[in-house]
T-cell receptor, first 109, second 113 residues
Framework: GQQVMQIPQYQHVQEGEDFTTYCNSSTTLSNIQWYKQRPGGHPVFLIQLVKSGEVKKQKRLTFQFGEAKKNSSLHITATQTTDVGTYFCAGRWAGKSTFGDGTTLTVKP | KAGVTQTPRYLIKTRGQQVTLSCSPI?????VSWYQQTPGQGLQFLFE???????NKGNFPGRFSGRQFSNSRSEMNVSTLELGDSALYLCASSRREGSDTQYFGPGTRLTVL
């Protein structure tokens, strides 16, 4: 079945450093979505990428969808303590969403 | 507009019992998906309902079932509970089925003793 691998599992950064998480799918995706889950909270939608090679930005966050629609990345520039949490990608294929295992980001002030 | 609500928020059951969880989607949303979240397995897709019909199903045993009502509210049932069913059960609603933004509820924390 479809698999979505997400790396790294954990990332510890100093405040102000950059952060990147990567997702790779075993199959070509219809779209990919990114979510953020704060500790003790529930996943909150960040963005959806649909087109091959698409790049979207939200303030300090940059999202990319690969040309083959099999991989994606989320990059945060100059992390802040408010960025802590687990970032999930969710690949959509054949009507089903498959979530990556998430990357948990901790930021040291 | 009110968000996705789930009841109950916390539940403790014993092995062999059954449980029913409820999810009320955002007003106007017709698609409801259910997920199981555990530390070891991450977010696992259970099933998706749209217009009272199950549209997609994940790889879970038949003990896990669900349904959707005409008002789009959804229930999930787990029968013959096992210790491994302890998890956070999340429901997510979206306006339509398929590739649309999902809005998650706060979840129901189920503990099986």
């Amino acid at each position: 079945g479809q698999q979505v691998m997400q790396i790294p599992q954990y990332q510890h950064v100093q405040e102000g450093e950059d952060f990147t998480t990567y997702c790779n799918s075993s199959t070509t995706l219809s779209n990919i979505q990114w979510y953020k889950q704060r500790p003790g909270g529930h996943p909150v939608f960040l963005i959806q990428l649909v087109k091959s090679g698409e790049v979207k930005k939200q303030k300090r966050l940059t999202f990319q969808f690969g040309e083959a629609k099999k991989n994606s990345s989320l990059h945060i520039t100059a992390t802040q303590t408010t960025d802590v949490g687990t970032y999930f990608c969710a690949g959509r294929w054949a009507g089903k969403s498959t979530f990556g295992d998430g990357t948990t980001l901790t930021v040291k002030p | 507009k009110a968000g996705v609500t789930q009841t109950p928020r916390y539940l403790i059951k014993t092995r062999g019992q059954q449980v029913t969880l409820s999810c009320s989607p955002i007003s106007g949303h017709r698609s409801v998906s259910w997920y199981q979240q555990t530390p070891g397995q991450g977010l696992q897709f259970l099933f998706e309902y749209f217009s009272e019909t199950q549209r997609n199903k994940g790889n879970f045993p038949g003990r896990f079932s669900g349904r959707q009502f005409s008002n789009s509210r959804s229930e999930m049932n787990v029968s013959t509970l096992e210790l491994g069913d302890s998890a956070l059960y999340l429901c997510a609603s979206s306006r339509r089925e398929g590739s649309d933004t999902q809005y998650f509820g706060p979840g129901t924390r189920l503990t099986v003793l």
